[in-house]
Nanobody, 115 residues
Framework: QVQLVESGGGLVQPGGSLRLSCAAS????????MGWYRQAPGKQRELVAR???????SYTDSVKGRFTISRDNAKNTVYLQMNSLKPEDTAVYYC?????????WGQGTQVTVSS
């Protein structure tokens, strides 16, 4: 049973933009936090951005001012708008959804920033 469906990854040149989307299935109730993590080759998975039910966002320092996280509570969907992309943003990006009972992860979507 697919719980989280991600889309929007791809190849982009430095300075370009991408928008990631993650739709959580309606069976996931009581979502409080939604967010995005990323994992580059040879590195640990790190939090990129997260947003609460009340739409309070937080970001890791390296993406502040370039990435914007948003969510549509009615659609159980979280978005990550990524602007001014850099080669060091290259990674597999994972959607993360949390309710009072458990944590859900998406399958990951590849983002590659290269000329």
């Amino acid at each position: 049973q697919v719980q989280l469906v991600e889309s929007g990854g791809g190849l982009v040149q430095p300075g370009g933009s991408l928008r990631l989307s993650c739709a959580a299935s309606a069976s996931i109730r009581g979502i409080n936090v939604m967010g995005w993590y990323r994992q580059a080759p040879g590195k640990q998975r790190e939090l990129v951005a997260r947003i609460t039910t009340g739409r309070t966002p937080s970001y890791t320092d390296s993406v502040k001012g370039r990435f914007t996280i948003s969510r549509d509570n009615a659609k159980n969907t979280v978005y990550l708008q990524m602007n001014s992309l850099k080669p060091e943003d290259t990674a597999v990006y994972y959607c993360h959804v949390q309710n009072a009972y458990t944590t859900y992860w998406g399958q990951g979507t590849q983002v590659t920033v290269s000329s």
